[in-house]
T-cell receptor, first 116, second 113 residues
Framework: DAGITQSPRYKITETGRQVTLMCHQT?????MFWYRQDLGHGLRLIYYSAAADITDKGEVPDGYVVSRSKTENFPLTLESATRSQTSVYFCASSDKSLQGTRYEQYFGPGTRLTVT | RKEVEQDPGPFNVPEGATVAFNCTYS??????FFWYRQDCRKEPKLLMSVYSSGNEDGRFTAQLNRASQYISLLIRDSKLSDSATYLCVVNIPPPTGANNLFFGTGTRLTVIP
């Protein structure tokens, strides 16, 4: 059971370059999320997706682009990387429980991105 | 005002001690509550859900007080392996996105031999 995977696990890139972080889940969960985690801020939501071809902005979407052509994949692209985007990026997925009220999310291992 | 607020700690406790973490949330319409655990440089992992009547999972007890918008986590008989950061998490109710969660910044626990 692979669960949710992210690639690459570590990435160093230069300012102004485009970089794509990959996320793949094998649970067929409807919802997928991208967070960034920085000291002092905790986890902040960048974008989320409720289903294939449905995406929406979270708390900090500027400078990021997402797509979701298949349920299992949710790539995050930094169109022109900036130093302020140096962070740890986590992908997560969730699905409604049978009761329809529990929304626990399951996280991938994270990608550590450094923009120089 | 932050959606979820936690005491950042750190809490340094000896093995075998009982320790409690508290958390407050701002949105009275929130419906789902969780505690996640995050080890250093790892992803957050679900520790337990928090139910209205309170719930227990082994050495861990979670309580919810809706009137005060307050969540707690009690860890009894602390183990070295409990050392981690504990994240308080609540959902954002519709229509902004029923599956969206707000994460507290976490409370760091170190259990000392």
């Amino acid at each position: 059971d692979a669960g949710i995977t992210q690639s690459p696990r570590y990435k160093i890139t230069e300012t102004g370059r485009q970089v794509t972080l990959m996320c793949h889940q094998t649970w067929s969960h409807s919802y997928m999320f991208w967070y960034r985690q920085d000291l002092g801020h905790g986890l902040r939501l960048i974008y989320y997706s409720a289903a294939a071809d449905i995406t929406d902005k979270g708390e900090v979407p500027d400078g990021y682009v997402v797509s979701r052509s298949k349920t299992e994949n949710f790539p995050l692209t930094l169109e022109s990387a900036t130093r302020s985007q140096t962070s740890v990026y986590f992908c997560a997925s969730s699905d409604k429980s049978l009761q329809g009220t529990r929304y626990e999310q399951y996280f991938g291992p994270g990608t550590r991105l450094t923009v120089t | 005002r932050k959606e979820v607020e936690q005491d950042p700690g750190p809490f340094n406790v000896p093995e075998g001690a009982t320790v409690a973490f508290n958390c407050t949330y701002s949105n009275s319409a929130s419906q789902s509550f969780f505690w996640y655990r995050q080890d250093c440089r790892k992803e957050p992992k679900l520790l337990m859900s928090v139910y209205s009547s309170g719930n227990e999972d082994g050495r861990f007890t979670a309580q919810l007080n809706r009137a005060s918008q307050y969540i707690s986590l009690l860890i009894r008989d602390s183990k070295l392996s409990d050392s981690a950061t504990y994240l308080c998490v609540v959902n954002i109710p519709p229509p902004t996105g029923a599956n969206n969660l707000f994460f507290g910044t976490g409370t760091r626990l170190t259990v000392i031999p």
